[in-house]
């Protein structure tokens, strides 16, 4: 298993060996048809973060947590009768205390110290980011497994344990109460400032987009912890619990955050209703025009980016110096209607962040619009933990810098510590969207950056030390996909910069 999450990874199965057929019989359906006056408040106010200027203000992004509240089996039974209020008492009951290794998710000493590095490092950031994907990987058959073995009979084959009943609804009840408790963890650590979010395939109760059902028992829970009262409620419930899309206009700021739910563009789903797709894709040109209109600036969030799984695409599909196919994260009809609805926006988007591969990464998606990939907490796919703290320009509202945090997993550290800061690493200054093209101009024929790049992009994992032996680092030879992926998000350019590179 790798980081790129394709319709060939197992993130993307659904209880180990359950079909898309049974997976969409489970599902029952498909989808239907503090005030940021902070904002200005916080600038020149970037707290431990080291890169806030008199212009700038810090936002704190974090993804993937990937919480794996079975670290430690034998707490299993109480957690499952435990309100989650509780659940931190039943964790600290375990004797694991060391955080989760690499190859591992998060466990809830890693979840901990995640979130205090958060905490400690956030600064006077108004709001804090997260991109995506609370539950761990495997989370619903590891539940099953444990229930089965708890009332000592054999479980059922995968795709019979949709007709248990009983089990499926104690998997979906625990799900929300980890739902739950990761909400209420991470507000108690961030203090009253909104948490924008979007959602990622994991969080689901199979693994592999939010269900319907999902989605209809956890709206609230996301807007009573995370949002504060930033959306309207009753449009964030309508787009929430038909999609899991939302938008938000936090009081007294000049942004717009649209957070996507791009799980429904991807390959695996095609089984899925298009006017599901279309709708949200309509929704978001209306939202386009509504922040232009108002003069806001866009913040766009997501979980799965467009363009080339790149892991994929490098171990799979490039066997040579040329090849004709390539592994790609969305479907390419939903990709371009994507592309041409920015298109028809110049300007708008500020911010663009992304997450899902786990790793520290770069897109460039649109002429003018990059992404940002933030590094994964979870230690899953071999790289490091980490996060990001950016330094927004106050007038722009689009970053100019960030640091990257890290936990090294080779030194076990007591905390998260300052990894690297972009300006200096990659000795480039001004907003970060054109310094990033600059770089990815850069990376091609500059040995030292693209050595730099290529340490980041696992936050600083040493690979001559062992993780689990399933983890290829990049090398000379398959460096042309991660390079041409960082620049081209089609198809067609990716595999001609490949072939030309």
Same mark, same amino acid.
């Given at each position: 298993?790798?980081?790129?999450?394709?319709?060939?990874?197992?993130?993307?199965?659904?209880?180990?060996?359950?079909?898309?057929?049974?997976?969409?019989?489970?599902?029952?359906?498909?989808?239907?048809?503090?005030?940021?006056?902070?904002?200005?408040?916080?600038?020149?106010?970037? /707290? =431990?973060t080291g890169i806030a200027a008199a212009s700038t203000? *810090?936002?704190?992004?974090?993804?993937?947590?990937?919480?794996?509240?079975?670290?430690?089996?034998?707490?299993?039974?109480?957690?499952?009768?435990?309100?989650?209020?509780?659940?931190?008492?039943?964790?600290?009951?375990? !004797?694991?205390?060391? +955080?989760?290794?690499?190859?591992?998710?998060?466990?809830?000493?890693?979840?901990?110290?995640a979130l205090a590095g958060v905490k400690q490092n956030?600064?006077?950031?108004?709001?804090?980011? $997260?991109?995506?994907?609370?539950?761990?990987?495997?989370?619903?058959?590891?539940?099953?497994?444990?229930?089965?073995?708890?009332?000592?009979?054999? !479980?059922?084959?995968?795709?019979?344990?949709?007709?248990? #009943?009983?089990?499926?609804?104690?998997?979906?009840?625990?799900?929300?109460?980890?739902?739950?408790?990761?909400? &209420?963890?991470?507000?108690?650590?961030?203090?009253?400032?909104?948490?924008?979010?979007?959602?990622?395939?994991?969080?689901?109760?199979? /693994?592999?987009? *939010?269900?319907?059902?999902?989605?209809?028992?956890?709206?609230? #829970? $996301?807007?009573?912890?995370?949002?504060?009262?930033?959306? &309207?409620?009753?449009?964030?419930?309508?787009?929430?619990?038909?999609?899991?899309?939302?938008?938000?206009? *936090?009081?007294?700021?000049?942004?717009?955050?649209?957070?996507?739910?791009?799980?429904?563009?991807?390959?695996?789903?095609?089984?899925?209703?298009?006017?599901?797709?279309?709708?949200?894709?309509?929704?978001? &040109?209306?939202?386009?025009?509504?922040?232009?209109?108002?003069?806001?600036?866009?913040?766009?969030?997501?979980?799965?980016?467009?363009?080339?799984?790149?892991?994929?695409?490098?171990?799979?599909?490039?066997?040579?110096?040329?090849?004709?196919?390539?592994?790609?994260?969305?479907?390419?009809?939903?990709?371009?209607?994507?592309?041409?609805?920015?298109?028809?926006?110049?300007?708008?988007?500020?911010?663009?962040?992304?997450?899902?591969?786990?790793? =520290?990464?770069?897109?460039?998606?649109?002429?003018?619009?990059?992404?940002?990939?933030?590094?994964?907490?979870?230690?899953?796919?071999?790289?490091?933990?980490?996060?990001?703290?950016?330094?927004?320009?106050?007038?722009?509202?689009? *970053?100019?810098?960030?640091?990257?945090?890290?936990? =090294?997993?080779?030194?076990?550290?007591?905390? $998260?510590?300052?990894?690297?800061?972009?300006?200096?690493?990659? !000795?480039?200054?001004?907003?970060?969207?054109?310094?990033?093209?600059?770089?990815?101009?850069?990376?091609?024929?500059?040995?030292?950056?693209?050595?730099?790049?290529?340490?980041?992009?696992?936050?600083?994992?040493?690979?001559?030390?062992? !993780? #689990?032996?399933? $983890?290829?680092?990049?090398?000379?030879? =398959?460096? +042309?996909?991660?390079?041409?992926?960082?620049?081209?998000?089609?198809?067609? &350019?990716?595999?001609?910069?490949?072939?030309?590179?």
């Amino acid at each position: 298993m790798r980081n790129h999450h394709s319709n060939k990874n197992p993130d993307f199965r659904v209880v180990g060996d359950l079909g898309r057929r049974d997976f969409l019989r489970y599902t029952a359906g498909t989808f239907a048809g503090v005030s940021m006056g902070a904002l200005v408040a916080a600038c020149g106010g970037g /707290g =431990d973060t080291g890169i806030a200027a008199a212009s700038t203000f *810090p936002v704190a992004v974090f993804s993937d947590i990937h919480f794996n509240p079975y670290y430690d089996t034998s707490l299993f039974n109480q957690l499952v009768l435990a309100d989650p209020s509780q659940w931190a008492g039943v964790f600290n009951q375990s !004797a694991i205390t060391a +955080p989760s290794a690499w190859g591992e998710d998060t466990n809830y000493p890693s979840l901990v110290l995640a979130l205090a590095g958060v905490k400690q490092n956030m600064g006077a950031s108004p709001l804090v980011i $997260f991109t995506g994907d609370i539950l761990g990987h495997y989370f619903s058959q590891t539940f099953f497994n444990l229930y089965y073995a708890n009332l000592h009979v054999t !479980a059922p084959k995968p795709a019979d344990i949709v007709k248990d #009943t009983v089990a499926v609804a104690a998997m979906e009840a625990f799900a929300d109460n980890t739902v739950t408790f990761f909400t &209420d963890l991470v507000r108690s650590s961030v203090g009253s400032v909104p948490v924008m979010f979007a959602l990622g395939n994991a969080d689901s109760y199979l /693994g592999a987009v *939010p269900e319907p059902s999902f989605l209809a028992k956890n709206a609230q #829970t $996301f807007y009573d912890k995370f949002l504060q009262n930033t959306a &309207d409620q009753t449009e964030f419930l309508t787009t929430f619990k038909s999609g899991g899309y939302y938008s938000a206009e *936090p009081a007294g700021s000049n942004v717009m955050v649209i957070a996507l739910n791009t799980l429904m563009f991807v390959p695996f789903l095609e089984g899925f209703e298009q006017t599901a797709v279309a709708a949200e894709l309509t929704w978001l &040109d209306a939202r386009f025009a509504a922040a232009k209109a108002a003069g806001k600036k866009v913040w766009l969030l997501m979980h799965v980016p467009p363009g080339a799984d790149i892991y994929t695409t490098a171990t799979t599909d490039f066997k040579s110096s040329q090849t004709s196919t390539a592994t790609m994260m969305w479907e390419p009809a939903y990709q371009a209607t994507f592309l041409q609805t920015v298109l028809k926006y110049p300007g708008l988007i500020a911010m663009t962040l992304a997450a899902h591969t786990h790793m =520290d990464e770069f897109r460039i998606y649109s002429p003018g619009n990059v992404l940002e990939i933030t590094p994964s907490i979870t230690p899953y796919f071999g790289n490091n933990p980490g996060f990001r703290v950016f330094s927004i320009d106050k007038d722009s509202l689009k *970053p100019v810098d960030y640091i990257s945090f890290n936990y =090294d997993l080779a030194s076990n550290p007591p905390q $998260f510590n300052m990894y690297y800061t972009f300006s200096e690493a990659y !000795a480039l200054r001004g907003p970060l969207d054109v310094s990033l093209v600059q770089l990815s101009s850069q990376l091609i024929t500059n040995k030292e950056k693209q050595a730099i790049y290529r340490a980041h992009y696992f936050s600083g994992h040493n690979y001559s030390i062992p !993780a #689990t032996g399933t $983890f290829k680092q990049i090398t000379d030879s =398959d460096w +042309p996909v991660y390079y041409c992926g960082s620049g081209n998000v089609t198809q067609q &350019d990716l595999l001609n910069c490949i072939n030309s590179y």
